[in-house]
């Protein structure tokens, strides 16, 4: 079992940056590889951001490559996500999530823990 506990949203201008933590429970954190997701009002959850267990490999979605940049610490059992240039399209709760199978990628079904979600709004 993993918790997930996510920190870091709030309230910016657009342009503005903000950066996620994700803080997982248990000694195990760096058998699963971890990813973002988020949703926002009335639209279904769509991937953002994944990285493998060791760190090395990481995907985006297109809407967001070049401007977040997802990371972990496995010393600290923590997955972030810098999130530079936002939009107000960015706005949205943002969820992390765990995969044991190391697989998952953008497929959130695959997940296998979540957190319970950040709020990030982004004003024009």
């Known amino acids: 079992q993993v918790q997930l506990v996510e920190s870091g949203g709030g309230l910016v201008q657009a342009g503005g940056s903000l950066r996620l933590s994700c803080a997982a429970s248990?000694?195990?954190?760096?058998?699963?590889?971890m990813g973002w997701f988020r949703q926002a009002p009335g639209k279904e959850r769509e991937f953002v951001a994944a990285i493998s267990r060791s760190g090395v490999s990481t995907y985006y979605a297109d809407s967001v490559k070049g401007r977040f940049t997802i990371s972990r610490d496995n010393a600290k059992n923590t997955v972030f996500l810098q999130m530079n240039s936002l939009k107000p399209e960015d706005t949205a709760v943002y969820y992390c999530?765990?995969?044991?199978?190391?697989?998952?990628?953008?497929?959130?079904?695959?997940?296998?823990?979540w957190g319970q979600g950040t709020q990030v709004t982004v004003s024009s």
């Open positions: 999530a765990a995969d044991r199978a190391g697989s998952a990628l953008y497929r959130g079904h695959e997940y296998d823990f």
């Open positions: 248990g000694r195990t954190f760096s058998y699963y590889a």
